[in-house]
């Protein structure tokens, strides 16, 4: 049902936009939204009432400069953790809005595979908060690519539509201004049709991505000497990101930088 009011509303905006915002007032009094964890209703659009938001995980400092991944006690500003050190990522930093827990993975789940395109501005809205500082540093953004077999199969690639929301907001302060933060997702490409990595080992999720992903030719000179923000919906094993990191590296970006929306608690997976 929310699935359907969401895709009237977004026919109004598109065919009468005038009328919009009274359309969409009467649409929240005859189908209230409910909220997209628990299904009790929810005075916010977000998809997500406020008792569930309270139990949402947001990461806060204290984390690691490099992996983003927090720290029970404060090691200072720029403290690494020692997996960073251990096995540096070829990404410059990674940030992330939430951990991965239940109420994470069911909005995930339901963004990816139930049509609820609606939940994406909130999940951008906190990947946002989150990745302030990449967002500002960024020369332009790109998401992780879909396979063209997955896109056809999805219909759409996640990674895509949240990045194209957070493109458009610049941080400014501690406050958010509209204006363009180039979007750019036909700079790489998914050449190599892989298995889903569910189930899969640290070493086969590496194996698995290992150059499946290319720079087009065409869009070298666009991105030599950039700072790329690259944008995935969850990070467990950052196997597929730090895939794609190394081939825009290789393409000529000179930093990279990854936001998510979620990720797993610990660096070692």
């Known amino acids: 049902m929310q699935s359907i009011r969401f895709a009237f509303q977004k026919f109004i905006k598109i065919t009468r936009p005038g009328i919009a915002y009274p359309v969409s007032g009467i649409i929240d009094f005859l189908v209230p939204p409910r ?6 209703l929810s005075a916010m659009q977000s998809g997500i009432c406020a008792d569930c938001w309270q139990m949402i995980r947001f990461i806060e400092r204290p984390f690691c400069q490099i992996m983003g991944t927090p720290f029970s006690v404060d090691l200072g500003e720029d403290a690494v953790s020692t ?15 939430v951990l991965y827990d239940d109420i994470a993975r069911h909005l995930i789940s339901r963004f990816k595979f139930s049509d609820r395109n609606d939940l994406a501005p909130f999940i951008a809205g906190t990947m946002i908060r989150a990745g302030k500082e990449l967002i500002e540093d960024a020369d332009m953004i790109i998401p992780l690519p879909l396979h063209r077999r997955r896109l056809l199969a999805r219909r759409f690639n996640q990674s895509a539509e949240l990045a194209r929301i957070i493109s458009k907001i610049v941080s400014s302060g501690h406050t958010y201004r509209k204006t363009r933060l180039p979007y750019r997702p036909m700079v790489l490409k998914r050449i190599r049709y892989t298995r889903q990595q569910i189930g899969l080992s640290q070493d086969g999720r590496r194996r698995n991505v290992a150059g499946a992903f290319m ?24 196997a597929s990101v730090k895939s794609a990191t190394k081939a825009l590296l290789r393409g000529g970006a000179r930093f990279v930088d990854v936001l998510t929306f979620a990720r797993v608690h610990s660096d070692t997976i």
């Not at 909220?35 to 009790?40: M, Q, T």
């Not at 997996?83 to 809005?97: N, T």
């Open 215 to 238: 720079v087009e030719p065409r869009m070298r000179p666009e991105i030599s000497g950039k700072r790329i923000l690259l944008i995935d919906d969850v990070y467990t094993s950052g």
């Open 83 to 97: 997996q960073a050190i251990a096995h540096p990522p070829p990404f410059s930093r990674l940030r992330s809005a």
């Open 35 to 40: 909220c997209v964890n628990c299904n009790r």
